[in-house]
């Protein structure tokens, strides 16, 4: 179930609170332990048995390497840790690369939690958890277990035991909830529909526009949507930090991806650039690790060909800004940074949601006014005008002066809260109409 | 610290949340939705099975969105909030100019309609006397209507790709005669189909194509409805216009009775005044489709047409029966007994496919009849 949903919010979300606030404080996490298991049953239940294999599997086999290292038998500690890796690998790569399977809801993101979770205790960052209830409710936590934030386990645990529900907490998580569904059903949404309409086109014009709406897209379905899940989980008294730090508005690539799904980032740079030595070795060894940092991730997102050359275009800027363009970068100015960080990341979304490379190639060619259908034309002109509005201002989103301007002008000043107060009500009921507008169907009987 | 402006906000985001779990909780379920033109989704049934399967959850989801309050209200919202936002396209129809809503051309389904070709060309050898009319639909006789710059397939061209291949047809350029009224009220805004006033042009620019020597010119016009909102209306959610319905009742003293023959029922009037108070005000026009239509008159100048048709042609044989002995209307999607047997039976001597393009572009039950022998 997705948070995006009537059911979720006017069903699943206000019973949870209740059924929370009414048990007493003790047994709390054992309310949101079943209610995340029917949240994960909503949407998916013939799949459930694989997030029950992850999750037993991996407390098993935590506890085994905890005992191991007790009787400092590290041969034997070392083939359990890695016959746990390979398997759970193997799992998440049978369903993301053969296809002959539908992926289990969250399979990509509560894989790694249980992988950060068997590294982590594996290197003696934590010990393995006993109290398996705890554990299942760490890898099946509702607010992030479809798609993240990919908390690593000590976090979590520390927040499970040393957890205090407060008045703001509830309150602060509800406002970014209400933020993230913004970004979601008015911002995302619409961009989605903008992007599809100019994807149409085979102008100069619509191939921009084909670009930069997928970008914003992107951003505010994903940033949106993590807003979501770390607002809920703010509700029940976790506190993540958070997974999208206006990432439009970096200075170079290496700077987006300490901004973009920074839980991803983390993860990365935590279980495979650090391990593999991180920058402490040579340089060619340096390269190396980067390298395979940035082809994982390019995996990780997605099956084809286009996600690996996303993922090795990123490397060699991230490479390129460490080694070979460091001067030349710093000798530009920081709004030019950003402008070029900004074209970069964007040519390669291209990449990202181009069904196969010759597609990309074709919409690149686009872009410089190769084989295109005229500069600009009217049917262009046409879903310019029905989705301009909504790309403008989501660019006007992404910018923050804009967002401290609104801050200072409307927030921050007692006399005109009221006007920031009655926009959120207005922009919540448009959410609703939104939300019950994609449920609509008329039925075709065609009496034609 | 909290500002008082945020408990405000968060306490009537809450209170809105439970307010609308406690009123689809009470409130009584609907059966119908009048705007979708649809049932509802009504509460699911909870057994192991449809929990194990899903079906359940799934329902359930439907349920809370089809029975959710304000329903439509909400709807117009957001139909409203796109037309800011600039937009001229809801589910898939264009909002035009004038308060015209306007379907899409349909993309031809290449293989059903060489089916038809065929199917039309196999019994044109057989038979005499054929005519073909295909009607465009009401974006390409007025492109005007529609929005600046939308996209929309060239509906003529279509036609003619289709009209050209068929043999021994007298096709009939119906295009060419409406456009002359292009401005004029030739289709409805918020439904698919043509006006009685659009049936009637057509008719007199047809009329001698179809052997019909002295077309009556006098008519008699009533408005029988103007609150009729059709299946466009439905289909994108934008309710703001509606429409009227006219009946053109010809000068004659040809006197006429219309046999329902799959439902046996017969009849003195085309219409079925009844239909205007249900959601498709246009099966005023013989009620709806049905297989077979037999209309019997009073002429005895052993003319006797059969017409393969969609629904555009219920507004138009009005306009027809004074000028036949009998006119069998036969619907290929509902209708399946052998043809050559009704054409035998009935004494057929001239043959009229009227559909409307939209129609004919995926149409396969046509092909199907006449291949069934």
């Known amino acids: 179930m997705a948070f995006n949903t009537i059911t979720f919010l006017f069903f699943f979300f206000p019973i949870t609170l209740l059924l929370f606030f009414l048990t007493p404080k003790k047994y709390r996490s054992y309310t949101l332990l079943v209610v995340s298991f029917v949240f994960y049953c909503w949407g998916d239940t013939k799949n459930l048995i694989f997030i029950l294999f992850s999750a037993l599997f991996s407390y098993l086999t935590a506890l085994e390497i905890d005992i191991l290292k007790q009787e400092n038998k590290e041969k034997e500690n070392k083939i359990v840790f890695i016959t746990a890796i390979v398997v759970h690998v193997a799992l998440l790569a049978f369903f993301k690369y053969t296809g002959l399977l539908s992926m289990p809801l969250g399979i990509s993101f509560y894989t790694f939690s249980v992988l950060s979770y068997i590294f982590d205790v594996y290197y003696g960052k934590c010990h393995a958890e006993r109290n398996i209830l705890d554990y299942l409710l760490y890898v099946s936590f509702f607010p992030k277990v479809i798609s993240g934030p990919i908390i690593q386990f000590h976090d979590f645990k520390n927040q499970l035991v040393h957890r205090i529900v407060t008045r703001k907490g509830v309150v602060e998580g509800t406002q970014l909830f209400m933020l993230g569904l913004f970004k979601k059903v008015l911002l995302a949404d619409q961009l989605g529909m903008a992007y599809s309409a100019f994807h149409q086109t085979n102008t100069v014009i619509g191939s921009y526009l084909t670009v930069i709406s997928y970008g914003l897209q992107l951003y505010f379905d994903f940033s949106g949507y993590s807003d979501m899940a770390i607002g809920l989980s703010s509700i029940f008294g976790f506190h993540f930090g958070k997974n999208f730090d206006e990432p439009y508005t970096s200075h170079s690539i290496s700077e987006f991806w300490r901004r973009w799904h920074i839980s991803l980032g983390a993860w990365f740079r935590d279980y495979v650039y650090i391990p593999l030595g991180g920058n402490r070795v040579d340089t060619r060894r340096h390269i190396l690790n980067l390298i395979v940092v940035w082809l994982l991730t390019g995996i990780w997102h997605g099956n084809t060909f286009g996600f690996v050359i996303w993922g090795l275009y990123h490397g060699f800027f991230v490479i390129g800004e460490k080694y070979f363009f460091k001067h030349l970068h710093e000798k530009i100015k920081p709004g030019l940074q950003v402008f070029i960080t900004d074209v970069i990341v964007f040519i390669g979304w291209v990449f990202f949601f181009s069904p196969t490379l010759p597609d990309a190639f074709a919409l690149l060619g686009r872009l410089i006014g190769v084989h295109t259908g005229g500069f600009i034309s009217s049917q262009t002109i046409y879903y310019l005008l029905g989705n301009g509005l909504i790309v403008i201002v989501a660019i006007m989103c992404c910018m923050p002066i804009v967002q401290r301007s609104y801050q200072k002008i409307f927030m921050l000043n007692k006399k005109r809260n009221i006007v920031n107060l009655i926009l959120q009500i207005i922009l919540f009921i448009v959410c609703i109409a939104y939300m019950i507008g994609s449920t609509y169907s008329s039925f075709l009987y065609f009496a034609f | ?373």
């Open chain 2, 1 to 373: 610290m909290l500002k008082r402006y945020q408990r405000i906000l968060i306490t009537i985001f809450y209170i809105i949340l439970v307010f609308f779990l406690i009123a689809s909780l009470i409130m009584p379920d609907k059966k119908m939705s009048e705007q979708e033109n649809r049932t509802l989704t009504q509460f699911p049934q909870l057994t192991t099975t449809s929990i194990i399967n899903g079906h359940f959850f799934s329902q359930l989801d439907d349920y809370l969105s089809d029975q959710f309050l304000l329903r439509d209200q909400f709807m117009k919202l957001k139909v409203r909030v796109d037309k800011m936002e600039g937009k001229r396209e809801s589910a898939g129809v264009y909002l035009g100019h004038k308060g015209y809503l306007l379907a899409k051309n349909e993309i031809p389904n290449t293989k059903a309609l060489n089916n038809s070709i065929k199917a039309i060309n196999t019994f044109s050898s057989s038979h005499d006397n054929i005519s073909m009319m295909i009607i465009p639909s009401s974006a390409t006789i007025n492109p005007a209507l529609l929005p600046f710059g939308a996209p929309m397939r060239d509906g003529i061209k279509d036609i003619n790709n289709f009209t050209k291949q068929l043999q021994k047809v007298q096709v009939i350029d119906s295009a060419k005669g409406l456009m002359k009224y292009k401005h004029d009220y030739l289709y409805y805004k918020t439904d698919h189909h043509w006006t009685t006033y659009g049936a009637y042009r057509e008719f007199q620019s047809v009329a001698h194509q179809l052997g019909i020597e002295k077309p009556i010119t006098k008519y008699k016009k009533y408005l029988v409805t103007d609150s009729f909102e059709g299946t466009l209306a439905s289909e994108s959610g934008d309710h703001t216009h509606s429409d009227e319905i006219y009946v053109y009742e010809p000068s004659t003293k040809v006197k006429y009775y219309v046999n329902y023959v799959a439902e046996n029922k017969k009849t003195t009037s085309l219409y079925e005044i009844q239909q205007l108070k249900t959601k498709d005000q246009y099966t005023l026009f013989q009620g709806g489709n049905h297989p077979v239509v037999e209309i019997n008159t009073t002429n005895n100048n052993h003319k006797n047409l059969l017409i393969f048709k969609d629904s555009y042609a219920n507004s138009f044989v009005p306009f027809l029966y004074p000028y036949y002995q009998r006119i069998i209307m036969v619907d290929p999607r509902y209708y399946n007994d052998d043809i050559n047997k009704l054409i035998e039976n009935y004494d057929i001597n001239q043959y009229l496919f009227l559909y409307s393009a939209n129609t004919i572009m995926k149409d396969t039950s046509l092909s199907d009849l006449l291949n069934s022998n």
